[in-house]
């Protein structure tokens, strides 16, 4: 009977990120900042440039976790981009 194996397989680092999005610091600063400001107040915009609310953050985060997620995979792939040679672009 033949068993499954893992298998490891080397990624770019900004690809290989994916599984540590939840829970961490990325998450904690996200709620923090958005507990800490009023929920009408603008804190980021989207990647259209829609402006986007501390309230909108909060239910995200308490609900689906969609706009939540697309943060904290932007400022997770940013941070790791700072610790490459090549611009962050270059790898997606």
Not at 10 to 16: H, L, M, N, P, T
């Amino acid at each position: 009977m033949a068993r499954d194996k893992t298998r490891v397989k080397r990624k770019d680092r900004a690809q290989a990120a994916e599984h540590w999005y939840e829970p961490g610091p990325m998450w904690d600063a996200l709620r923090s900042l958005a507990e800490s400001t009023s929920s009408d107040e603008v804190i980021m915009h989207d990647e259209d440039g829609s402006p986007v609310t501390a309230g909108q953050v909060m239910a995200s985060i308490n609900g689906d976790r969609t706009l939540a997620n697309r943060f904290v995979r932007a400022a997770t792939k940013a941070v790791v981009a700072t610790f490459r040679k090549r611009p962050p672009d270059a790898a997606e």
